[in-house]
């Protein structure tokens, strides 16, 4: 009985260590917010105010002043490895009806057994080249290998 005890702990921990070196990642969810002329999502932290105040920039464009796409993602693997958050955007520019896409991306360090957020933004310039978005698609990358994906509906 205590060799077996011996055995089982030792090939526990065998693929306890095998799991820390090997990268994984998922993108949770992703949560595109426009951005007024102060760079503010919302106006209180409520998300009853959020969801209208964003309704309320969705119908007013000359008041906003780009978006802000939040994304929750979980990576586990070495604390020295990086991982690579990419936001690809599909837009259209509303005079001459041209599509319009871009991407954002950062740098991100696997961590932990909980989730992170971080902040993807597109403001200035490039905002207004871009027009209105029409679709999107998050992912998480460990160098060329594609580890997770949300997307929306439309892309």
Request: hydrophobic content about 40%; glycine content about 8%; proline content about 4%.
């Amino acid at each position: 009985m205590r060799r077996f005890l011996y055995v089982l702990s030792l090939c526990c921990l065998a693929m306890a260590a095998s799991a820390a070196t090997e990268l994984s990642g998922k993108v949770i969810k992703v949560l595109p917010h426009y951005l007024d002329l102060q760079g503010r999502h919302t106006l209180s932290p409520s998300l009853y105010e959020r969801d209208a105040y964003q309704a309320v920039l969705r119908q007013h464009p000359e008041r906003r002043s780009g978006m802000r796409f939040d994304v929750q993602w979980k990576g586990r693997g070495p604390a020295e490895s990086t991982l690579k958050l990419r936001m690809e955007l599909r837009g259209a520019v509303m005079e001459g009806g041209r599509l319009t896409e871009t991407t954002l991306e950062k740098e991100v360090h696997p961590g932990g057994w909980f989730s992170h957020w971080i902040s993807l933004p597109l403001t200035g310039d490039e905002f207004k080249k871009f027009g209105d978005l029409t679709a999107w698609r998050a992912t998480l990358w460990d160098g060329d290998r594609l580890l997770s994906e949300q997307k929306s509906f439309l892309w």
